[in-house]
């Protein structure tokens, strides 16, 4: 198979005049890979708010849902490693299109699971799919739009994640009550028919066409590493990814369990706090986009490193659901604004022809890690308490920190490879 590599004029990122005005193929590409980040966040807070009805139904124990949840994980480590590479040699809008079929399949067939273990096979497979949304979807972004844009593009593309989390939030208490936790398995698949139509009118971007002219075209995963600062910066990237990941699906896995152990909040309650905090990361991650195309992206990690380490603590001390609400909303800008970065951080540090490999095998290593948040912090509130679980989160921050400061560097305004 043969990269499509026809690439009409309006493919530039900017007009044909030379203007500063966008495109319409670049607005085409940001909501496609909006769509698609939003399908996976609709899809992994829902199974997080079903886990109690799941369990109930499934005799499951806390072990085995939160291994639904790693598992699911780690299939989007497998799907985007692999679904990268073949982007990088296939075309990001092909190989968007596959990751869609295997996702929708598998979450509709977790609607028709009979135990742990079939539906673990499924949602492991649909975290397949699922996987390479993100790198591909950040990679093709990154290509449509000008540099002095990119980290504001890349924050625009995250935010369709927290879209998807928050129609979750929101949609979960009304519905699961009416149609099962088996009916929002099923309607977890329409976001993903939404996405495959807005792709299914995108082309190839310029800048990855070019790069198929090239006779021979390098191993993907060899350019990761290829020398010693190359190396460096993926290591730095892989603990900011870990980091990221760790902390986030340790909290927002969590997060309504310990709203209702904590204060006795019910399923309505738990959503209305949680959907606050995913509206603070929705700042988060847009404030994020903006200081780092205007001062850089290294000290706006860094600023939000350090909110993320005060928050956390905080967050962990206050019994007041009044604060908690607040409190809950700037935590979450701190802790999970750094999402709007990482496409533009990677996207710069790597050549086109590695580009989406890069997105799709840092970001997920990271998330592989990540992984393991909701059994830790399960494992520790039920040793010690959930307060002590999420104070012990703010410790992988300042981690972040010692990575940002020596093994990452300042990419602002790098034209790509």
Same mark, same amino acid.
């Given at each position: 198979?043969?990269?499509?590599?026809?690439?009409?004029?309006? =493919?530039?990122?900017?007009?044909?005049?030379?203007?500063?005005?966008?495109?319409?193929?670049?607005?085409?590409?940001?909501? *496609?890979?909006?769509?698609?980040?939003?399908?996976?966040?609709?899809?992994?807070?829902?199974?997080?708010?079903?886990?109690?009805?799941?369990?109930?139904?499934?005799?499951?124990?806390?072990?085995?849902?939160? %291994?639904?949840?790693?598992?699911?994980?780690?299939?989007?480590?497998?799907?985007?490693?692999?679904?990268?590479?073949?982007?990088?040699?296939?075309?990001?809008?092909?190989?968007?299109?596959?990751?869609?079929?295997?996702?929708?399949?598998?979450?509709?067939?977790?609607?028709?699971?009979?135990?742990?273990?079939?539906?673990? %096979?499924?949602?492991?497979?649909?975290?397949?799919?699922?996987?390479?949304?993100?790198?591909?979807?950040?990679?093709?972004?990154?290509?449509?739009?000008?540099?002095? =844009?990119?980290?504001?593009?890349?924050?625009?593309?995250?935010?369709?994640?927290?879209?998807?989390?928050?129609?979750?939030?929101?949609?979960?208490?009304?519905?699961?009550? =009416?149609?099962?936790?088996?009916?929002?398995?099923?309607? *977890?698949?329409?976001?993903?028919?939404?996405?495959?139509?807005?792709?299914?009118?995108? =082309?190839?971007?310029?800048?990855?066409?070019?790069?198929?002219?090239?006779?021979?075209?390098?191993?993907?995963?060899?350019?990761?590493?290829?020398?010693?600062?190359?190396?460096?910066? $993926?290591?730095?990237?892989?603990?900011?990814?870990?980091?990221?990941?760790?902390?986030?699906?340790?909290?927002?896995?969590?997060?309504?369990?310990?709203? %209702?152990?904590?204060?006795?909040?019910?399923?309505?309650? $738990?959503?209305?706090?949680? $959907?606050?905090?995913?509206?603070?990361?929705?700042?988060?991650?847009?404030?994020?986009?903006?200081?780092?195309?205007?001062?850089?992206?290294?000290?706006?990690?860094?600023?939000?490193?350090?909110?993320?380490?005060?928050?956390?603590?905080?967050?962990?001390?206050? $019994?007041?659901?009044?604060?908690?609400?607040?409190?809950?909303?700037?935590?979450?800008?701190?802790?999970? *604004?750094?999402?709007?970065?990482?496409?533009?951080?990677?996207?710069?540090?790597? &050549?086109?022809?590695?580009?989406? !490999?890069?997105?799709?095998?840092?970001?997920?290593?990271?998330?592989?890690?990540? *992984?393991?948040?909701?059994?830790?912090?399960?494992?520790?509130?039920? !040793?010690?308490?959930?307060?002590? %679980?999420?104070?012990?989160?703010?410790?992988?921050?300042?981690?972040?920190?010692?990575?940002?400061?020596?093994?990452? &560097?300042?990419?602002?305004?790098?034209?790509?490879?």
């Amino acid at each position: 198979m043969e990269a499509n590599v026809k690439a009409p004029a309006t =493919h530039a990122a900017v007009d044909s005049a030379g203007s500063d005005r966008l495109s319409k193929y670049a607005w085409k590409a940001l909501a *496609g890979s909006a769509i698609g980040y939003a399908m996976d966040g609709f899809d992994l807070l829902i199974l997080g708010f079903m886990l109690p009805a799941i369990a109930l139904e499934l005799h499951l124990t806390t072990q085995q849902s939160g %291994a639904l949840v790693t598992w699911t994980l780690i299939g989007a480590v497998a799907g985007g490693i692999i679904f990268g590479a073949l982007s990088d040699r296939f075309g990001r809008i092909r190989v968007l299109t596959w990751t869609i079929v295997v996702f929708a399949l598998f979450t509709g067939l977790c609607a028709f699971a009979q135990g742990f273990w079939d539906l673990l %096979a499924f949602r492991t497979i649909a975290g397949i799919g699922l996987g390479g949304e993100f790198g591909i979807g950040m990679a093709l972004a990154a290509e449509a739009w000008p540099a002095k =844009h990119r980290a504001r593009v890349s924050s625009y593309v995250a935010l369709g994640w927290q879209t998807g989390v928050l129609a979750a939030s929101l949609l979960t208490p009304l519905l699961l009550p =009416h149609i099962g936790w088996r009916g929002m398995f099923l309607l *977890g698949v329409a976001p993903a028919l939404v996405a495959w139509v807005v792709r299914n009118k995108l =082309h190839e971007p310029e800048v990855f066409v070019r790069a198929t002219t090239q006779e021979k075209k390098p191993n993907a995963f060899r350019m990761l590493v290829k020398d010693g600062r190359t190396t460096r910066i $993926s290591v730095g990237i892989v603990i900011l990814c870990a980091v990221q990941n760790f902390g986030y699906y340790g909290i927002m896995i969590w997060l309504p369990t310990y709203l %209702a152990k904590t204060l006795g909040f019910g399923l309505t309650k $738990s959503a209305l706090w949680t $959907s606050v905090t995913i509206v603070g990361m929705m700042v988060g991650v847009y404030v994020f986009g903006q200081l780092a195309d205007r001062i850089g992206r290294k000290p706006t990690f860094l600023i939000f490193q350090a909110g993320a380490v005060g928050m956390v603590i905080a967050y962990s001390t206050l $019994s007041d659901p009044a604060v908690m609400l607040w409190a809950g909303a700037l935590m979450g800008m701190f802790v999970n *604004g750094m999402i709007g970065g990482y496409g533009a951080l990677i996207s710069e540090a790597y &050549p086109t022809a590695a580009r989406a !490999t890069a997105q799709n095998t840092l970001f997920n290593i990271g998330r592989a890690v990540g *992984g393991f948040g909701p059994i830790v912090v399960g494992s520790l509130a039920a !040793t010690y308490s959930f307060q002590a %679980a999420i104070a012990l989160l703010a410790s992988i921050y300042v981690i972040d920190m010692v990575a940002t400061i020596f093994l990452v &560097p300042e990419l602002k305004g790098k034209e790509l490879e």
